[in-house]
């Protein structure tokens, strides 16, 4: 029976049939073999198991699992710098943890979405999936999140020529460390929004 929730993107293992050879499933003995491959850095393989593993998942009508292949074969893509493919599998993931109601595995897929186009150069589309993410973490009260993602926002507007934008997002960053006493940081963030503002 298939879960009514989709899985955490990074959960999937071995369903075990009480051997110790690994998972009965193919699709998701492909889909593990494309994490090993994945993590010894053979990309070529690791997109041809998660291929593979997709393949599967779509047959039994998976959802979980597609979305899980998906999300593997955009970082795989994204590793071969294949951009525009890493997006076209991040997409089709999103859609169904989107349908699934899994916001943190939308977050997650819009930070490597957003990686993507800045890659491709398509920025405008990389500031708004960021800015949605700080809109996630604001709400969801997550000043780390918050301040990370300022930060790859900052990096969108320096490659857009807009370094007064990015000026503003760092020394927002600034007020977020020195609320939480981080002197240092504060300092730090606050010298680059100089640095910035003086070119």
């Given amino acids: 029976m298939?879960?009514?929730?989709?899985?955490?993107?990074?959960?999937?293992?071995?369903?075990?049939?009480?051997?110790?050879?690994?998972?009965v499933d193919p699709a998701r003995r492909d889909y593990i073999e494309g994490r090993e491959q994945y993590k010894a850095g053979n990309y070529a393989q690791a997109a041809a198991a998660f291929h593979n593993a997709l393949k599967g998942f779509e047959e039994q009508g998976d959802e979980q699992g597609i979305a899980n292949a998906c999300d593997r074969l955009g970082d795989t893509c994204l590793a071969r710098k294949e951009y525009a493919l890493a997006l076209e599998n991040f997409r089709r993931a999103r859609e169904i943890c989107e349908k699934m109601d899994d916001s943190f595995s939308v977050l997650s897929l819009h930070k490597k979405m957003a990686l993507a186009h800045r890659e491709l150069g398509e920025l405008d589309q990389a500031l708004e999936l960021l800015f949605d993410m700080v809109e996630h973490y604001h709400l969801t009260r997550n000043p780390q999140g918050v301040v990370e993602t300022l930060a790859a926002?900052?990096?969108?507007?320096?490659a857009q020529g807009r370094p007064d934008k990015a000026a503003d997002?760092?020394?927002?960053?600034?007020?977020i460390h020195r609320?939480?006493?981080?002197?240092?940081?504060?300092?730090?963030f606050a010298r680059k929004a100089e640095a910035l503002e003086q070119q």
Avoid: C, K, M, W
């Avoid at 298939?2 to 998972?23: C, F, H, K, M, Y």
């Avoid at 997002?169 to 007020?175: E, H, Q």
């Fill in 153 to 158: 926002t900052a990096e969108v507007y320096v």
């Fill in 2 to 23: 298939v879960s009514e929730t989709i899985q955490p993107l990074n959960s999937i293992g071995p369903a075990e049939d009480g051997r110790q050879d690994g998972p």
């Fill in 169 to 175: 997002a760092y020394r927002t960053i600034s007020s």
């Fill in 179 to 188: 609320n939480f006493r981080h002197r240092r940081l504060a300092e730090e």
